[in-house]
T-cell receptor, first 111, second 112 residues
Framework: QQPVQSPQAVILREGEDAVINCSSS?????VHWYRQKHGEAPVFLMI?????EQKGHEKISASFNEKKQQSSLYLTASQLSYSGTYFC????????????FGSGTQLTVLP | DTAVSQTPKYLVTQMGNDKSIKCEQN?????MYWYKQDSKKFLKIMFS???????INETVPNRFSPKSPDKAHLNLHINSLELGDSAVYFC???????????FGDGTRLSIL
């Protein structure tokens, strides 16, 4: 069963912040975040392996709440280059053999 | 140097035909994957291959079969193509399971 992402789409002005959520009805063992620009391949952003873990790279960070079975991706002071579709991928089995991706959140950053 | 390369980039063919998509990675990774992305952008795992162990998503029709001649290659064979097979197919690789995945540029398959 695929994780649920919200919102489905968001439009921002450059410099604004955004939060993308990923939740599952099953226990999550890890959460992966990817960004895909139109017509391109998905690109890895970060992995969160433990409940309570938080990671960040420049102005993009993420948290993983194991108990609530959810992860959130935070984009701070959005740049035009942040536009794209963000996917969370979850390991539902604990075996780490396959990721099940959410349906994606389309983020558009306007000047 | 391209890390994960797929060929062809575009594939247009008729219903009922058999086709193959090739994938090669030069990253020295141990695990490779095939994904299908439909028109709604839903990214669905089809296969993962790690240390000669093939894991198949149970929803994938048996018309689809991966073939791995060596650790650097995982090709996708599709028999008796159907209209619903039209999609973008991505190959990916990772150092190990649960590690960051590197995706190829995708193969856009169109069935006439």
């Amino acid at each position: 069963q695929q994780p649920v992402q919200s919102p489905q789409a968001v439009i921002l002005r450059e410099g604004e912040d955004a939060v993308i959520n990923c939740s599952s009805s099953k226990a999550l063992y890890s959460v992966h975040w990817y960004r895909q620009k139109h017509g391109e391949a998905p690109v890895f952003l970060m992995i969160l392996l433990k409940g309570g873990e938080q990671k960040g790279h420049e102005k993009i960070s993420a948290s993983f709440n194991e108990k609530k079975q959810q992860s959130s991706l935070y984009l701070t002071a959005s740049q035009l280059s942040y536009s794209g579709t963000y996917f969370c991928g979850t390991d539902l089995s604990g075996s780490a053999r396959q990721l099940t991706f959410g349906s994606g959140t389309q983020l558009t950053v306007l000047p | 140097d391209t890390a994960v390369s797929q060929t062809p980039k575009y594939l247009v063919t008729q219903m009922g035909n058999d086709k193959s998509i090739k994938c090669e990675q030069n990253l020295g990774h141990d695990t490779m994957y095939w994904y299908k992305q439909d028109s709604k952008k839903f990214l669905k795992i089809m296969f993962s291959y790690n240390n000669k162990e093939l894991i198949i998503n149970e929803t994938v029709p048996n018309r689809f079969s991966p073939k791995s001649p060596d650790k650097a290659h995982l090709n996708l064979h599709i028999n008796s193509l159907e209209l619903g097979d039209s999609a973008v197919y991505f190959c990916a690789s990772s150092q190990a399971l649960a590690q960051p995945q590197h995706f190829g540029d995708g193969t856009r398959l169109s069935i006439l």
